[in-house]
């Protein structure tokens, strides 16, 4: 639809869990398709293996490949990388630019001198699934790290905090356009098998995240509801759409694929006029 790289239309692209890998590869410059097709490459394997170690090192090996050593000072835009400090609870958010800070710029470095591959593993170590994420900033400071869905799994409301505060934009002149990964019913079980995932940590991590997600949007809604915004993130009932987080079936994630280009269909007049004043 732009008519120009998405990284030269956003002065901020924010990412969390498996939106840091899009995010990341978005701001340095890589078109929709390349990442479409990374993913039925990569993905599949990271979550078909069956320990968290195995997991946590196809995610490993799967940064690596893609991004190899480079850092964020290599990044076009303004990027923002969310993850979670296992010790102090807090957030830890990856960015690209002096800009963005809210402190500390005399002594700021990009993604505090880690590599992207670092910062995009550490944002999707969804513990308890995906060991946690031992990092080495530029201090010489060791920091464990686990998903950033656990403090914001929808990062619109950090993206809109570097807009306003860090650059200083008046709401009214930012444009925020928000991707969720959509909500779709659980795979049927047997009794035995429902019985038994009930005490599976699965299902509460996928709470957590849905209930992240919709308290940070509500938030986003109080304290910014003066600029213009389009959310796209739909609910998929059909049975056949049935899936988990450890997706990993070319065919369905195909199909859960064409759901969301029917989101956006549906949004696309919104969107028009969000980015490029149609409407």
Request: glycine fraction near 8%.
């Amino acid at each position: 639809m732009l008519p120009r790289p998405i990284h030269e239309t956003f002065d901020l692209i924010f990412g969390t869990s498996t939106g840091s890998i899009i995010a990341a590869l978005l701001a340095v410059g890589r078109s929709v398709d390349e990442i479409h097709e990374l993913y039925k490459e990569r993905v599949p394997a990271i979550m078909r293996a069956k320990s968290r170690y195995a997991k946590s090192a196809k995610l490993r090996e799967t940064g690596e490949k893609v991004f190899g050593t480079t850092g964020f000072d290599t990044v076009l835009t303004g990027l923002g990388i969310v993850s979670t400090k296992w010790q102090l609870e807090t957030p830890m958010i990856f960015k690209s630019r002096q800009t963005q800070a809210h402190g500390r710029r005399a002594t700021f470095e990009p993604g505090f001198g880690c590599t992207l591959a670092d910062a995009v593993e550490a944002s999707c170590s969804a513990f308890p699934f995906f060991d946690r994420k031992m990092v080495t900033t530029s201090a010489g400071d060791v920091v464990e790290l686990f998903d950033g869905g656990y403090c914001a799994n929808n990062p619109a409301l950090y993206a809109l905090a570097d807009a306003t505060v860090a650059l200083g934009y008046a709401p009214k002149d930012c444009r925020l356009l928000s991707l969720g990964c959509g909500q779709y019913p659980e795979p049927r079980r047997g009794f035995i098998a429902r019985q038994v995932r009930s005490f599976l940590p699965v299902q509460l991590l996928q709470k957590t995240l849905e209930v992240n997600t919709a308290s940070m949007d509500q938030l986003r809604r109080l304290l910014y509801s003066n600029v213009p915004t389009v959310r796209i993130s739909d609910t998929f009932d059909k049975p056949e759409l049935a899936t988990d987080m450890f997706e990993h079936d070319l065919r369905k994630l195909n199909l859960l694929r064409q759901q969301g280009a029917e989101a956006f269909a549906r949004c696309e007049g919104d969107v028009r006029a969000l980015l490029l004043n149609e409407g």
